[in-house]
């Protein structure tokens, strides 16, 4: 009896602890991922840059979808939270006037995964209390309306929604392809690099051409288990003859790059927010000099 009570003691003890630890994993999961190279703390140095403005475009499709197979479940996506948020608050906080614009304009759809515990940063948060920026995003503008001539800088953000309608628009390439006639500082983000690859340059030439870039890498749709979507930026990308570079981890979800290309700034994926704005923040900069 006394050692059947003592294996009893060691399942329940055992079971508790084990409890306690499952429980402050998921407390701690936001914190753990942050540890793995998810969002990593990335500080930007103060600037001020009152009276420069900064375009942030984002998507509108809002269906993950896999268009070769219709009769397959659909879920709902959009921009990846953090790819608007944080370049969205580094030029704000930096002293710019901040527009949020879209393929199609209206709301824009922001996948819901990127806005909950716990994938959301810490600027998700603060951009769902801001009655400023939600106004925005309810009504972002139609890229058909954009005036460039207003900015000096254009920020493609990404998310699963911009494999279906950023390298197709036509509008958006010739946004781009005036951002750059324009010498306006122009930057992405994962999927955002897809509004690169059918911009001109001044000489008719394509953008990316020969130029140093990057954005999600094939590696990190197939750890996804995605690669059904329309358009993977490392492909894209690489047809267009860029130089493609990348960093790489266990899980590229977990990698980060960032690289400047003359008046190109362009980040790898949701970790590169941070340090891309930083970029475009300094090149902002050195222009205003």
Same mark, same amino acid.
């Given at each position: ?78 921009? &990846? ?10 030029? #704000? ?6 527009? #949020? ?140 003859? &860029? ?11 977990? &990698? ?34």
């Amino acid at each position: 009896m006394r050692q059947r009570n003592t294996r009893l003691n060691v399942f329940i003890y055992g079971f508790i602890a084990l409890t306690v630890i499952a429980g402050v994993a998921v407390l701690n999961a936001p914190k753990i991922l942050n540890l793995l190279g998810f969002h990593r703390h990335y500080e930007i140095p103060p600037f001020d840059l009152r009276g420069k403005r900064a375009l942030v475009v984002t998507t509108s499709h809002n269906t993950l979808q896999d268009l070769d197979n219709p009769e397959k479940a659909t879920k709902p996506t959009g921009v &990846a939270g953090s790819e608007m948020t944080i370049p969205y608050y580094a030029f #704000l906080d930096a002293g710019l006037e901040v527009d #949020l614009a879209s393929i199609k304009g209206g709301e824009i759809p922001v996948d819901p995964i990127t806005f909950k515990w716990p994938i959301a940063a810490g600027e998700d948060y603060r951009f769902q209390k801001d009655t400023a920026a939600m106004n925005k995003l309810k009504s972002s503008i139609p890229i058909a309306d954009i005036q460039l001539e207003k900015y000096d800088v254009i920020f493609l953000s990404g998310g699963w929604g911009a494999a279906y309608d950023f390298e197709q628009s036509k509008r958006l390439a010739e946004l781009v392809t005036e951002a750059n006639a324009r010498k306006l500082v122009i930057g992405s983000v994962c999927h955002g690099a897809l509004g690169l690859v059918n911009a001109k340059d001044v000489d008719g030439s394509i953008l990316v051409k020969g130029r140093k870039v990057t954005g999600v890498t094939n590696k990190q749709l197939k750890d996804f288990g995605i690669f059904f979507t329309p358009r993977h930026p490392e492909t894209e990308l690489r047809k267009a003859n &860029a130089m493609f570079e990348s960093k790489t981890e266990w899980l590229d979800f977990f &990698a980060t790059h960032v690289v400047v290309d003359g008046n190109l700034v362009t980040g790898q994926n949701q970790n590169s927010s941070g340090e891309a704005s930083h970029r475009i923040l300094e090149m902002v900069s050195q222009k205003a000099k």
